[in-house]
């Protein structure tokens, strides 16, 4: 099990020419499983110019009403048969690509010396809507355990919950606008990315439908079982922690 500390922003994109510019692009289907009050499951298909990759992933949030997220996460690679297989279980399906800006540096102060830190690297993921069109709305993830594991082999720097994070967003090429940060942002704002999830960002598991034969195991025609469409309340009150 490994420990991570990352910054979720919600934003809008401003020139989608300029997610081109990226350095590199990946896309990814996403199927995901919740298990209220304890965290989630998730099994990715990630598609670039290595390869295709599958990674199933069991993710619980320590934190989740934070600026910065804590997350427990242990990783598995499995194969395509796992994916689909996956699929009949799964509760939502996320299409998206991800745009990865890499920063070429980063820099603290303390005790008026400048310390070169990992650069940040911005995870953009740009999600396509149920009816096929692409959402306006983006996520960006910005994984901090580098600067964490740096500070901590510095001498007298201050402790984790003591230091505050200043990320700058709005040089990123695509032009991101009314951007906020997950854990730090209003009412208003919270509501408005949990209806992102819940609508523009997710599809039902069989958004691109399979068949048995493609799935390559023993399970139930496609037909026979139908997705869920309604979530119970306890799977509703999930969907506000942090998804990533």
Request: with cysteine; net charge negative; glycine share 4%.
């Amino acid at each position: 099990m490994a420990q991570e500390k990352e910054m979720v922003i919600v934003c809008k994109i401003g020139d989608f020419d300029g997610l081109k510019s990226a350095n590199y692009i990946e896309e990814q289907e996403q199927l995901e499983l919740f298990c209220p009050q304890k965290g989630r499951i998730r099994v990715r298909k990630t598609v670039s110019e290595n390869g295709t990759d599958y990674v199933a992933c069991i993710k619980t949030l320590a934190e989740p009403n934070t600026k910065i997220k804590t997350v427990e996460e242990t990783e598995q690679q499995v194969n395509s048969q796992f994916f689909e297989a996956f699929r009949f279980i799964a509760e939502h399906l996320r299409v998206k690509k991800r745009y990865v800006f890499e920063g070429e540096k980063s820099v603290i102060t303390a005790e008026s010396k400048e310390i070169q830190l990992p650069p940040i690297k911005y995870e953009v993921d740009v999600f396509t809507k149920p009816d096929g069109s692409i959402s306006q709305w983006c996520k960006i993830d910005i994984e901090l355990g580098d600067f964490y594991e740096s500070l901590k082999s510095m001498n007298n720097v201050p402790e984790d919950e003591d230091i505050d994070f200043v990320v700058k967003v709005t040089h990123l090429p695509f032009k991101p606008q009314m951007a906020y940060i997950l854990g730090a942002c209003t009412d208003e704002q919270l509501k408005a990315s949990k209806e992102l999830w819940e609508t523009e960002w997710s599809q039902t598991p069989f958004g691109k439908a399979i068949t048995v034969t493609q799935a390559s195991v023993s399970v139930l025609p496609v037909n026979s079982q139908q997705p869920q469409e309604n979530q119970t309340e306890a799977e509703n009150d999930e969907t506000e922690q942090q998804h990533i």
